[in-house]
């Protein structure tokens, strides 16, 4: 079975710190992959997608950036956090094809500080 | 117009009673649409999928799809203290990515 695995699961950054948070996926091959953030109260913005290695799709211009260096291992980074980056961060992955059911990771909690 | 709209809520029933919660979306090319489950300070956890329209049940879930109308709602029977959760509808209008909206609160009361 596949599993979905995000780190850490809380952090408390100070403004204008760097960001790394990892996603690593098991159990499956190419799966589509996704960064969302989601502010209190609020539903899920997507901010990247991958269809595969090096292959990164921004939706959101802010000062995040993602990147997939291996199959099934995605990486959301910043170089300078700001306060509006706080949120409850949710990796996600999905098989390729019509239905694209995506299923969620445990999500890493971001408070800027 | 939002792409993606849910009942604003909060939604409160009684223990036992039909809860219903409904979405509507802007895209008519839509073809894959998805019900979450969230509880506080969780991820978001799949509960039904529908593709074409009418009904699907699953257990205590009924999911509904109306493509012309652009509307799709889940039914929630015999409500449990433990399905109080916020429920996110989810519309795929592009293959690979969805639209999420805002959640509806649901408070099932003892």
């Known amino acids: 079975s596949q599993t979905i695995h995000q780190w850490p699961a809380t952090l408390v950054q100070p403004v204008g710190s760097p960001l790394s948070l990892e996603c690593t996926v098991e159990?499956?091959?190419?799966?589509?992959l996704y960064w969302y953030r989601q502010a209190a109260g609020r539903g899920l913005q997507l901010l990247f997608y991958?269809?595969?290695?090096?292959?990164i799709s921004s939706e959101v211009p802010q000062n995040l950036s993602a990147s997939r260096p291996q199959d099934r291992q995605f990486i959301l980074s910043s170089k300078k956090l700001l306060l509006s980056d706080s949120g409850f961060y949710l990796c996600a992955w999905s098989l390729t094809g019509h239905t694209d059911t995506q299923y969620f990771g445990p999500g890493t909690r971001l408070t800027v500080l | 117009q939002k792409e993606v709209e849910q009942n604003s809520g909060p939604l409160s029933v009684p223990e036992g009673a039909i809860a219903s919660l409904n979405c509507t979306y802007s895209?008519?090319?839509?073809?894959?649409f998805f019900w979450y489950r969230q509880y506080s300070g969780k991820s978001p956890e799949l509960i039904m999928s529908?593709?074409?329209?009418g009904d699907k049940e699953d257990g205590r879930f009924t999911a509904q799809l109306n493509k012309a109308s652009q509307y799709v709602s889940l039914l929630i029977r015999d409500s449990q203290p433990s399905d109080s959760a916020t429920y996110l509808c989810a519309v795929n209008t592009n293959a690979g990515k969805s639209t999420f909206g805002d959640g509806t609160t649901l408070t099932v009361k003892p």
């Open positions: 529908i593709y074409s329209n």
């Open positions: 895209d008519r090319g839509s073809q894959s």
């Open positions: 159990g499956t091959s190419n799966p589509n």
């Open positions: 991958s269809v595969g290695i090096g292959q």
